[in-house]
């Protein structure tokens, strides 16, 4: 779509919601606009606010929305569930400002001084799986820190502006060897999993081999498809190496990635008024 025409049909659709939303006092429903405008032009559509293959929201401009927006959304999200039963067709929206109330306070970690770097404590917890016993180092890294086991520091401090990785590599004789698919090239002897970008964290979460245990986020598991070689380097066996580690990011408690969880979905646009 032309961006001249997607202009002209966002500023139809605010015309089309200032005129025609009845039952609505005109500050609840002015407010409600502007910062379901303010959304869609600087947000919707980008991650994580989109799907995963889309390019990043601006870490800045999240940070600005949050910071002009949020405060006000719980008063517009109880308003406008006051007016459900007069004013019909306001689920959508009451769902989107509810799912930003969540957002928000998952994301807040990121708008503030303190909440940028965390203290990462990383372990590496093996278990009976395909070709485990022959994995010789398991590392995360920042951009300049990194963590690894059985040898090496176990935490170290990340910047949420950072991106992760996380490396596992088996031995040199091993018979066992990461898969490559059309998605994933990895190399000989390595499997890697990269995150870049300021939301890597969530990235992280919402990778398909990434699983959690449980909700605090902290004990993760990984589904890596691997091989087995034979003498003369034929496949002879394919399977799936389960790779469990811990990882715990030390915040501030008030926006602590282990106490404010992760919201069910990040909302992709925000709807207009009926």
């Not at 190399?187 to 939301?199: I, L, Q, R």
């Amino acid at each position: 779509m032309k961006p001249f025409r997607a202009r002209r049909i966002l500023i139809l659709g605010l015309a089309l919601c200032l005129t025609d939303a009845p039952g609505l006092e005109p500050k609840i429903r002015s407010a409600y606009l502007s910062l379901a405008h303010r959304f869609n032009q600087d947000l919707a559509g980008r991650f994580p606010f989109g799907s995963r293959d889309k390019p990043d929201a601006s870490a800045a401009g999240t940070c600005a929305f949050l910071r002009d927006k949020a405060p006000s959304v719980p008063f517009l999200e109880e308003a406008l569930r006051q007016e459900r039963d007069s004013v019909p067709g306001l689920d959508p929206a009451i769902w989107f400002l509810a799912n930003i109330r969540e957002a928000a306070q998952y994301l807040e970690h990121y708008c503030t001084a303190a909440g940028r770097t965390a203290r990462v404590t990383f372990l590496a917890l093996p278990e009976r799986s395909r070709g485990a016993e022959q994995l010789t180092n398991w590392t995360m890294r920042g951009r300049t820190q990194r963590a690894s086991y059985p040898n090496g520091f176990t935490s170290f401090a990340w910047n949420s502006s950072d991106p992760l990785v996380l490396e596992w590599t088996w031995a040199a004789h091993s018979p066992w060897r990461p898969l490559s698919s059309s998605r994933r090239a990895w190399g000989n002897a390595t499997a890697t999993f990269s995150f870049p970008g300021p939301w890597a964290w969530l990235r992280l979460m919402n990778d398909d081999a990434f699983q959690s245990y449980d909700s605090t986020g902290a004990l993760m598991r990984f589904r890596i498809p691997v091989f087995q070689k034979t003498d003369t380097s034929r496949v002879a066996h394919i399977d799936t190496l389960w790779a469990r580690l811990r990882l715990e990011f030390q915040v501030p408690a008030t926006a602590a990635f282990k106490e404010s969880g992760r919201p069910k979905e990040f909302p992709r646009q925000a709807p207009w008024l009926p």
